[in-house]
């Protein structure tokens, strides 16, 4: 499975950005969606998740308030809208799916990758 992440960038405190997950080749409306992120010398740390069963939608309790994730079947896209941006959400975001339709919190349930979309958050 082919996971392609776009929409990072620099952006400064307060901004946002919208991520994206395309799956080209497959579709991914029945399993579940994540992001997580990696910032430089820190563990993997999950984001937030939507469930491919009915679209139910987690949150990190460090990013609640300020991201949205959501899917567009037609489009094979999964989107993680992220507001109020901040220095510390400075990483590489990923995402991942599994063949799952239920949302997992750890990195290790996972076996589809992308390749990560920097975000980097300073004035």
């Known amino acids: 499975v082919q996971l392609v992440e776009s929409g990072g960038g620099l952006v400064q405190p307060g901004g946002s950005l919208r991520l994206s997950c395309v799956a080209p080749?497959?579709?991914?409306?029945?399993?579940?969606v994540a992001w997580f992120r990696q910032a430089p010398g820190k563990e993997r740390e999950w984001v937030s998740c939507i469930s491919g069963d009915d679209d139910s939608a987690y949150y990190a309790d460090s990013l609640k308030g300020r991201v949205a994730i959501t899917r567009e079947n037609a489009k094979k896209t999964v989107y993680l809208q992220m507001n109020s941006l901040k220095p510390e959400d400075t990483a590489v975001y990923y995402c991942?799916?599994?063949?799952?339709?239920?949302?997992?919190?750890?990195?290790?349930?996972?076996?589809?990758w992308g390749q990560g979309t920097q975000v980097t958050v300073s004035s």
């Open positions: 991942a799916t599994e063949w799952l339709s239920f949302c997992s919190w750890l990195p290790e349930d996972y076996n589809h």
């Open positions: 080749e497959f579709t991914l409306d029945p399993y579940a």
